[in-house]
């Protein structure tokens, strides 16, 4: 049985008092159940990279983890107003999250770029969380598994035996933010088609231990039909992860 992550993607929200107001709320609802949840699943939050700081003072002694939401491919340089892997490990940042579509679509983030950054990642012992999805536009071409398998293959290209440290998240870009959600069916078929790519890219055991995430309008009500199917470990969660009570809600969610 793979254990779940489930993670919470802040993006650009909140400020260093309201993050600790934030975790402190989500500790006072989730330490109690810790011991039962690290049974099963992972938690982790992402916050802006300058909340970092204050976020790990925050959860100094809990079993949250912290992650980042992106990073540079190089550990230091001539690249202003870029964070570098080693930046954030000072801080206890055990996860970065890569390839967000926001990244792709907003920023023009592409491929081989995103290659980059899973393998500097790896190079400095943080774990990424490469994300892949189609758009609309995509899917109702019939092109999804295309554009998500190749997402994936570029993504994870000379990962090779590192790749027991790598998640994946599923996050069709049509229900990012929108409200309006994959259905588990239909985000089963496409885990279930990652899953099989990963196989083979890395080999049975492997593909079969590493989790594939659910994202995209993941909320306290449809959570745990997701998490029902039998390819999606978890999720990585963005507005609902910004209130403690339907985040830990998210955390919470019920084992098939």
Request: hydrophobic letters at 45%; one cysteine or more.
């Amino acid at each position: 049985m793979r254990k779940w992550l489930i993670a919470g993607n802040w993006k650009m929200n909140l400020t260093a008092n309201s993050a600790r107001a934030l975790i402190a709320d989500l500790r006072k609802d989730l330490d109690r159940d810790a011991a039962v949840l690290a049974r099963d699943r992972d938690i982790m939050i992402a916050p802006p990279a300058v909340i970092i700081p204050a976020a790990a003072q925050a959860l100094a002694g809990s079993s949250i983890a912290l992650g980042a939401q992106n990073m540079h491919f190089e550990d230091k340089g001539a690249f202003t107003g870029e964070i570098s892997a080693p930046m954030l490990s000072q801080f206890g940042v055990s996860h970065v999250i890569l390839g967000h579509s926001e990244r792709r679509h907003i920023f023009g983030e592409g491929d081989d770029l995103i290659n980059r950054k899973v393998l500097s990642a790896l190079k400095n012992r943080l774990s990424p969380i490469l994300c892949v999805g189609e758009t609309e536009q995509e899917r109702d071409r019939g092109n999804t598994l295309s554009v998500v398998l190749g997402q994936l293959e570029r993504g994870l290209a000379a990962v090779n035996d590192q790749s027991e440290r790598v998640t994946v998240a599923y996050e069709p870009v049509w229900a990012i933010g929108t409200g309006r959600n994959a259905t588990p069916e239909q985000a089963q078929e496409v885990h279930g088609a990652i899953r099989e790519a990963l196989r083979d890219l890395f080999g049975h055991q492997a593909a079969d231990t590493l989790r594939i995430l659910y994202g995209g309008s993941v909320t306290p009500e449809n959570v745990d039909s997701l998490v029902s199917k039998p390819d999606i470990d978890g999720a990585l969660v963005g507005g609902a992860s910004l209130k403690a009570e339907s985040f830990a809600r998210i955390v919470r969610a019920r084992r098939a």
